[in-house]
């Protein structure tokens, strides 16, 4: 029996766009390869269990009471250089870990959905002189230095906006790979619109409205909806709340005006179908949920950026053209009615400009590349690659 391609992933956080990047990944390496051996972990949880804590709880507690903190820290050169040292006691700490997880799975590859577990993996090349490939997906649509290793031996990255930013940053151009964000790849293929809306009780007749991002309790979500009952005409809300469950129980309560159904979901695996039936996104612009949305032609609404990323990718968004942004629950109302009505000219051209973007297979080619650089790439692999 030949040797089985041995694939680590590194992501940070459960249930986050990082830990969704990482997964349509092995996904894509599955179909490609059955027989591969991916090992899939929290790289944070993994080497600091506790830190781990410590910094998501000291992160959301920032960006909710002080995000202007947040936007001065976020890719600030002078912060970056005050970080070095800490950086590097992090990683000489880590290292032990580390390299009793290489020693006992022995990858072929490793690719990092995030910049922590990119740096240290990067750093732990350098120190111990290994040449194992190391791969890094960028997962929003803008690259921080966090990012910039020179032990790095592949960037995927979601634009040329992205690509240029990293090549100023003094990485080789032969380096950095533009195949978009990889996402599940079921958004690649088209779903039973008519089957999916029979099934969760809603009419494709009816505008229907898809709100997500409030599954860490950073958008004031009944303050949405609630603003959106103002509308007066007839409307179904989709609402998903995540691993939320709290906001899941508060919004189950909620009293919709006559014309208005709200469908209230908690963790789902089919966003994809949702986005088939739903004409409009209401959301914060996580480099995941939006990349999805571009995949299916869905207009979007942007509301709430978290500082730092979030801020960078809606900045992305409205100077593609690609969404629109309510600045206040208040502001929403006018934005959604807007879109709506007209003939929905407007949420048309929103749709084309997404279908036009979408680069819809980027997580089938992250997945190749890994094959290739596994040295037992599948022959079909290794014979697209030579065309």
């Not at 959905?113 to 929003?140: R, W, Y």
Request: proline letters at 6%.
């Amino acid at each position: 029996m030949g040797h089985r391609n041995k694939i680590l992933l590194l992501y940070i956080s459960e249930h986050s766009g990082h830990h969704c990047v990482s997964l349509a990944i092995e996904k894509a390496i599955r179909e490609l390869d059955a027989s591969a051996d991916i090992l899939n972990i929290n790289g944070f949880n993994y080497t600091n269990p506790i830190l781990e804590r410590i910094v998501n709880r000291t992160y959301l507690g920032v960006v909710q009471r002080t995000p202007e903190i947040w936007d001065y820290l976020y890719d600030n050169p002078e912060v970056l250089k005050k970080v070095h040292k800490f950086r590097e006691i992090i990683h000489h700490h880590n290292s032990g870990k580390l390299k009793q997880l290489l020693d006992e799975f022995r990858p072929d590859v490793i690719a990092c959905t995030q910049a922590f577990p990119c740096g240290m993996i990067a750093d732990f090349k350098k120190t111990f002189s290994i040449d194992t490939p190391l791969i890094g997906v960028v997962t929003d649509y803008v690259a921080h230095s966090y990012w910039i290793f020179d032990t790095v031996d592949y960037y995927i990255v979601p634009t040329d906006k992205v690509r240029d930013k990293i090549i100023k940053s003094g990485i080789d151009d032969e380096k950095i790979k533009t195949y978009g964000l990889p996402i599940d790849p079921s958004f690649a293929r088209p779903c039973n619109k008519i089957k999916f809306a029979q099934e969760q009780g809603l009419s494709l007749e009816t505008p229907t409205l898809l709100i997500m991002g409030g599954g860490q309790g950073l958008v004031p979500m009944k303050k949405i909806i609630g603003s959106l009952f103002g509308l007066g005409i007839p409307l179904q809300i989709v609402v998903v709340t995540g691993t939320n469950k709290r906001l899941f129980k508060s919004l189950a309560k909620l009293k919709a005006p006559p014309e208005v159904k709200v469908l209230t979901l908690g963790y789902v695996n089919y966003i994809n179908e949702l986005m088939e039936v739903a004409d409009l996104l209401i959301t914060k612009p996580g480099g995941v949920t939006i990349t999805e949305a571009i995949s299916k032609g869905l207009p979007m609404v942007i509301i709430d950026p978290l500082p730092g990323q979030e801020a960078k990718n809606a900045e992305f968004l409205l100077n593609s053209g690609l969404a629109l942004m309510a600045k206040s629950v208040r502001e929403l109302p006018e934005v959604v009615s807007s879109l709506l009505l007209n003939g929905g000219a407007q949420c048309a051209c929103l749709s084309e400009r997404c279908k036009s973007f979408a680069k819809a297979n980027a997580a089938r080619k992250t997945a190749e590349l890994i094959l290739r650089l596994s040295g037992n790439c599948p022959p079909a692999i290794q014979s697209e690659a030579q065309r």
